[in-house]
């Protein structure tokens, strides 16, 4: 039996989205307390950040698949949204020194991990961006220049190109 095509406002579906962002929040949060608990704080941390890297490899891969199945090549503009824009409603693109960047003013998945007091467990869920990244071009990196969660007042991230390091020169992570 064919579906009825159905119409919901915008609204209805805005707080759909957010529904889910919050579920999407919690989950991360069971996860990372349940491994904090189990292993303690240093290890429990560890293995979320390392679920969390898989996790933004996956979407990365996705992202570049997509891009390129567009023939479009692997640059930072062409990275194909991967965050519904009724969940992020409230961002802009800035030039901040030169630089193109994203800017979040409200994100609701830190707006979950606030209201738990739990910052710190939602940050680690952060470091999807600079996986995701990585894994649609090696050759670019996320920045978070900003981060509520690390007490800014908005979230802001640069994609840049990755800068060669001389040999024997440890690169430093970036959050």
């Keep these: 039996m064919a579906r009825k095509k159905e119409v ?13 962002i919050t579920r999407a929040a919690l989950i991360h949060y069971a996860f990372t307390q349940t491994l904090i ?11 979320a950040r390392k679920a969390i890297h898989l996790y933004g490899e996956r979407v990365g ?3 570049k698949e997509r891009t390129l199945a567009k ?3 692997l640059l930072a503009e062409n990275f194909q949204d991967d965050l519904p824009a009724l969940g992020w409603e409230d961002r802009e693109w800035v030039e901040v020194e030169g630089e193109k960047r994203a800017r979040i ?13 739990v910052p710190e467990i939602g940050r ?13 071009n090696a050759k670019l990196e996320c920045i978070h220049t900003q981060n509520v969660l ?15 390091n001389t040999p024997g020169t440890p690169r430093k992570l970036k959050r």
């Design 71 to 73: 023939g479009l090549p």
């Design 37 to 47: 608990d189990e292993l303690g704080k240093k290890k429990g941390k560890e293995l």
């Design 124 to 136: 680690i869920y952060c470091f999807v961006d600079q996986a995701k990244y990585d894994a649609y």
């Design 150 to 164: 690390d007490g800014g007042p908005y979230c802001e991230l640069a994609v840049r190109k990755k800068k060669t």
């Design 61 to 63: 891969k996705m992202v």
């Design 105 to 117: 003013h409200t994100c609701h998945l830190a707006k979950v991990w606030q209201e738990l007091g």
């Design 8 to 20: 919901i406002l915008k609204e209805e579906a805005i707080a759909q989205v957010k529904s889910m």
